[in-house]
C-alpha cells in the first residue's frame, strides 16, 4: 500500500532530478542574479519591479514550506506546495463558512496569504532567472487555476466583510458567486458594488482576472509539449 501510495502522490523517484541547491538558497542566488544583471541586461524600472518580485517570495511562507519538504526528501517539495495550495483555496472557505469575518487577524492572514499568490506567478515569469523550469507546464497551469480559485474565494471573504453592495448576502455562497460573476465580467445585476471600498475591490478582481487568465495562461500554454490523444505524431 505504501509503495501504491508513493507512485501516486511522488510519481518516479529514479526521474526526479536532486537539486544541487535549496530552495531558499535558490531564492537568494535569482535576486543576486537579477542584481549582476547576469541573465538580462535589464535597469530602471524594470529591474526595480523583477528585483521586488523576486524578493517578495522570501516574504511568504511557500519557499519556507518548500525548503522543509525538502530537508524530509527533495522529492517532497511539489507534495507539500500542491498540499499549501489547497489549504489556502479551503481557508477563506472556511472563513465564509463559519463566519470568521468578524475575527480581523483572520482577514489579515488571508489576504497575507492572497499576496503571495498573486505576486507568484508575475515572479515565475518575469523575475525567475536562474529558477529551474518545472517538470511539468500541465502541473504549473493547473496550479494556477487552482491559485485562481483561491483569488475568487477570498475576494468573496472581502466583499462578505462589509456593506460594499446594494444588498446583504444571506448564505456564504452568494459571496462565492458574486466573486465569481464579477471576475468573468458577467453581471446579473442582482448583486452590485455601491461604495468606493465595493467599486475598488470589484476593479482590482477584473484587473486580476486579465493579469491571471489572459497573460500567464496564455504563456504556459505556450510551453506546453502535448502527447497522447492530441499529438499530431501519433496519428496512425
Not at 19 to 31: D, G, T
Not at 72 to 78: A, L, M, P, T
Request: charged share 15%; hydrophobic share 50%.
Amino acid at each position: 500500500m505504501k509503495r501504491v501510495l508513493k507512485k501516486l502522490f511522488l510519481g518516479n523517484l529514479a526521474k526526479i532530478p536532486k537539486p544541487e541547491y535549496n530552495p531558499v538558497q535558490k531564492r537568494v542566488m535569482n535576486i543576486k542574479a537579477i542584481w549582476n544583471n547576469n541573465h538580462q541586461n535589464d535597469n530602471g524600472i524594470e529591474k526595480i519591479v523583477r528585483l521586488f518580485l523576486s524578493s517578495s517570495q522570501l516574504l511568504f511562507p511557500g519557499v519556507y514550506i518548500k525548503y522543509l519538504a525538502y530537508l524530509k526528501g527533495y522529492e517532497y517539495r511539489d507534495l507539500a506546495l500542491d498540499l499549501y495550495v489547497i489549504l489556502k483555496i479551503a481557508f477563506p472557505l472556511f472563513i465564509l463558512i463559519y463566519e470568521w469575518q468578524s475575527y480581523h487577524y483572520v482577514i489579515y492572514i488571508m489576504i497575507y496569504l492572497l499576496l503571495e499568490t498573486v505576486l507568484y506567478i508575475p515572479t515565475l515569469i518575469f523575475a525567475s532567472d536562474i529558477i529551474s523550469k518545472p517538470r511539468s507546464y500541465k502541473r504549473s497551469m493547473l496550479l494556477l487555476f487552482l491559485n485562481y480559485i483561491e483569488i475568487i474565494f477570498s475576494f468573496g471573504v472581502l466583499y462578505s466583510c462589509g456593506n460594499y453592495l446594494n444588498k446583504p448576502f444571506t448564505h456564504w455562497f452568494d459571496a462565492i458567486y458574486f466573486s465569481t460573476i464579477n471576475s468573468a465580467s458577467i453581471g446579473y445585476g442582482d448583486f452590485y458594488p455601491i461604495t468606493i471600498i465595493g467599486k475598488i475591490l470589484a476593479t482590482a478582481q477584473a484587473f486580476l482576472f486579465l493579469f491571471f487568465v489572459v497573460l500567464f495562461l496564455n504563456f504556459f500554454t505556450a510551453k506546453i509539449k502535448v502527447k497522447g490523444y492530441f499529438d499530431i505524431e501519433n496519428e496512425s
